[in-house]
């Protein structure tokens, strides 16, 4: 028995699971009501999304160059998506660009009084 048909059918599975994580992100930045909560739809699914995305396609195409290079993509996309999310949630904090009504405990109004 191959293990091809497989990989091929364990590929396109976690292809279409990464695509439909990342139609969850799409949907959650139109719907959700302000940015502190979009900066989550925008991150987390995405980001498992495109994870389950670039491993489906390795295992799929099964070829050292392009699994080193989706390795890359993946790390790269690991270290940059949690740094541009927290600057994008400051940023919006800092400049008012939320509802105040929708947040529980606003642990940042302290913390930005004492570095005034």
């Known amino acids: 028995m191959s293990w091809e048909p497989v990989l091929d059918v364990v590929g396109s599975v976690l292809i279409l699971i990464g695509a439909a994580l990342a139609l969850t992100a799409a949907i959650g930045l139109v719907r959700l009501p302000d940015v502190l909560n979009r900066m989550h739809a925008g991150s987390k699914p995405q980001t498992l999304g495109f994870l389950l995305l670039c491993v489906g396609l390795s295992l799929i195409l099964r070829d050292g160059a392009a699994s080193a290079l989706l390795a890359l993509a993946c790390g790269l996309q690991l270290v940059t998506a949690p740094v541009a ?28 009084d004492e570095t005034r």
């Open 85 to 112: 999310t927290q600057m994008m949630g400051r940023a919006a904090y800092r400049t008012g660009q939320f509802r105040r009504d929708l947040l529980v405990e606003d642990a940042g109004r302290d913390r930005d």
